[in-house]
């Protein structure tokens, strides 16, 4: 049989003869490449298979609860270069403009009227299907002292 190369490490191989159609190395980090991949793609297209696996986690989470804090207690070398990382993520996000869902409060509420809402061009992250706009003040369109129901 003719000599292939691994698409993952380049590397001629020969095929094993039980595999005519082998693609794949018999190297153990390319074999791992390649289930990680099928795996990836089997979740993207294989709804049940998706929530099978969903559901297997759930389980595993709930056999094993300590398991977070038992492997950072082990592999604080880890734990350190997480922590770290997170600081970077953070200190990313608070730089970066961010609507969130719930920004309105009784402090900044806008008063009853009409507006204009314009559309402006923004870079920053939106969560969810937030707009960011500008609000211009047109007129008020009702009474501003609430009275009571008779």
């Known amino acids: 049989m003719a000599s292939r190369q691994c698409p993952f490490c380049k590397k001629q191989f020969e095929p094993r003869p039980q595999v005519k159609q082998q693609k794949i190395c018999s190297s153990d980090e390319c ?10 793609a089997k979740r993207q297209t294989d709804p049940a298979y998706n929530a099978d696996q969903r559901e297997y986690a759930k389980k595993w989470a709930v056999l094993n609860p300590n398991y977070s804090h038992e492997y950072r207690a082990n592999n604080p070398d880890s734990a350190d270069r997480n922590r770290a990382q997170q600081k970077i993520r953070n200190k990313m996000r608070r730089d970066a403009l961010i609507a969130k869902m719930d920004v ?3 402090e900044n509420a806008v008063p009853s009227g009409i507006y204009r809402l314009t559309p402006i061009d923004a870079s920053g992250i939106a969560k969810m299907d937030a707009w960011i706009v500008e609000i ?3 007129s008020c369109g009702c009474d501003q002292t609430e009275t009571e129901p008779d």
């Open 136 to 138: 211009n003040f047109i």
């Open 31 to 40: 074999q791992r490449e390649r289930k990680r991949r099928w795996h990836r």
């Open 104 to 106: 309105s409060n009784a």
